[in-house]
């Protein structure tokens, strides 16, 4: 009863100053906010009491519509970054580098000193006299070491030791400064998603590179992988496993990072790029376009013949060109030796003694060079004549010139290489050699071919160009 007592005692005082009050002080004071009812009511239909109030159908949207700003942050760019092509052909340098390297590891028969293989520990080489000791005693136990060098010192092998030793951390260093920076890229959009799985892909390709390699040195520590008797060596078969993976590897890096050159290239000036374009797609280049996908694929293989040379130390025999021995090919009984063959059927004879008999392996590996030497000769030739000279784009006709220089320079490092037994500096020119013509051919055909994502951006940027210009 009281409380109600002083609640009129209250309103009666307070009443006259909030219910009488003149228009004037109204308007100087300022405005509450509505009660809460309102807020309710409006969306049911009735007006807002304020005119400053946004419609109903625009903060509908609002709250509806999703964030665009966050969305755009999360997408791939249509584009990857330059830096992202500048780093890939630096990488595709670095694989060129340890390829020539690991050719000088095999040439000087480095490659079986390090009989472990430890991913991470054998990144440090031994620090004390005793860690040298151990792994001299390890390469004691080897049969290279029994059959081929009973004699070595302790020094001798530190030599050969070293050798191994860098060119696995040369690996491992293109291993780290690949795949970190490719999560790196992922993570913060600087590439698009095509190219994002062509460097997972890379990636995955070159720790299965080191698992090759692995395996490779692993046919050279046992006995039962090679004939009794023989020169030990790692397998034919493997080391040129080891060395297409290389090859794929230094050749997917260096198409993708030419892609994005040439995509940020076409960009910047979309009108010549479209009738550049139209050019190569002209019917007159349809013939030669394949021809040159067709030599690139030529060079990988006779590379791959190469690398069964290498394994076979077939260039050790019939040091003469173009002949060999009496004639241009050995006896035939020399070239299908049954000695070879493993069943008693004689069904794997011909493969067999294609890809072990050293005679048959350098014959064949002559056969396939002196095809891409002619090829290449016969592709520049075609370049310059008829409807082909009249709408080849002159990047494909300088492409076209410097294969030839590149294949003439490779012919004459391997018939010097074999006249003169396999010395190691015209050896390791000559693998470096087989790498460098094959990136011309890739080259040659990289600017005969464009994707067709990469013409609708152009297509796409040139209407954005004209739409501003209007």
């Known amino acids: 009863m009281a409380f109600f007592i002083s609640g009129i005692r209250r309103l009666a005082i307070q009443g006259p100053s909030k219910f009488f009050v ?31 109030a946004p419609p109903l159908g625009s903060v509908a949207k609002q709250s509806t519509a999703p964030r665009a700003p966050e969305a ?39 490659g079986l000193s390090i009989t472990e293989w430890r991913p991470v520990t054998g990144s440090l080489p031994p620090m004390s006299q005793a860690d040298w000791e151990s792994e001299f005693e390890k390469y004691r136990a080897s049969p290279e070491f029994k059959l081929l060098n009973p004699h070595m010192t302790i020094d001798e092998f530190k030599k050969i ?18 795949i970190l920076p490719s999560l790196y890229f992922i993570a913060r959009r600087r590439v698009t998603p095509k190219m994002a799985v062509n460097l997972v892909g890379i990636s ?86 394949l021809c040159a996908a067709g030599l690139a694929a030529l060079v990988f293989v006779t590379a791959m013949s190469g690398g069964l040379v290498a394994g ?88 076209a010139a410097g294969l030839v220089h590149l294949v003439s320079l490779q012919v004459a490092l391997g018939i010097s290489t074999l006249i003169y037994l396999v010395p190691v500096p015209l050896a390791a020119a000559h693998q470096a050699g087989s790498l460098a013509v094959l990136t011309g051919a890739l080259v040659l055909a990289h600017r005969l071919h464009v994707p067709r994502p990469t013409v609708r951006m152009v297509e796409h940027r040139l209407k954005q160009l004209q739409k501003e210009m209007r």
Not at 164 to 169: A, M, P, Q, Y
Not at 387 to 398: D, E, F, I, M, Q
């Open 204 to 289: 995955a390709l070159i720790g299965f590179q080191g698992f090759i390699g692995w395996w490779m040195v692993k046919s050279g520590l046992k006995d039962d992988l090679f004939a009794p008797g023989s020169h030990p060596r790692v397998s034919q078969y493997r080391l040129t496993a080891h060395l297409a993976t290389a090859f794929v590897c230094y050749s997917w890096m260096l198409l993708s990072g030419l892609a994005v050159l040439r995509t940020h290239r076409m960009l910047a000036d979309p009108k010549a790029a479209l009738s550049a374009i139209q050019a190569t797609r002209s019917p007159a280049l349809a013939a030669f376009r």
């Open 72 to 110: 755009v942050k999360q997408a791939f760019p249509q584009t990857t970054s330059k830096g992202v092509a500048y780093w890939l052909l630096g990488s595709a340098a670095s694989v060129f580098g340890i390829v020539v390297f690991g050719g000088l590891t095999r040439l000087t028969e480095s």
């Open 22 to 52: 003149c228009n004037q002080c109204l308007r100087q004071a300022p405005r509450r906010p509505p009660p809460k009812i309102l807020s309710v009511i409006r969306p049911r239909g009735y007006a807002s009491a304020s005119p400053a």
């Open 312 to 399: 076979l130390d077939a260039g050790l025999i019939y040091n003469e060109f173009p002949k060999m021995g009496l004639g241009l090919t050995p006896p035939k009984s020399e070239l299908w030796d049954g000695f070879y063959s493993r069943k008693e059927d004689g069904s794997d004879l011909w493969w067999r003694n294609m890809l072990e008999n050293p005679s048959t392996v350098q014959m064949d590996h002559r056969i396939l060079a002196v095809t891409t030497f002619c090829s290449i000769l016969a592709l520049f030739a075609y370049s310059r004549t008829g409807r082909v000279a009249a709408v080849l784009p002159p990047s494909a006709k300088k492409s």
């Open 161 to 178: 030791y070293f050798m191994e030793w860098t060119h696995r951390l040369w690996g491992r260093f293109i291993g780290l400064s690949f």
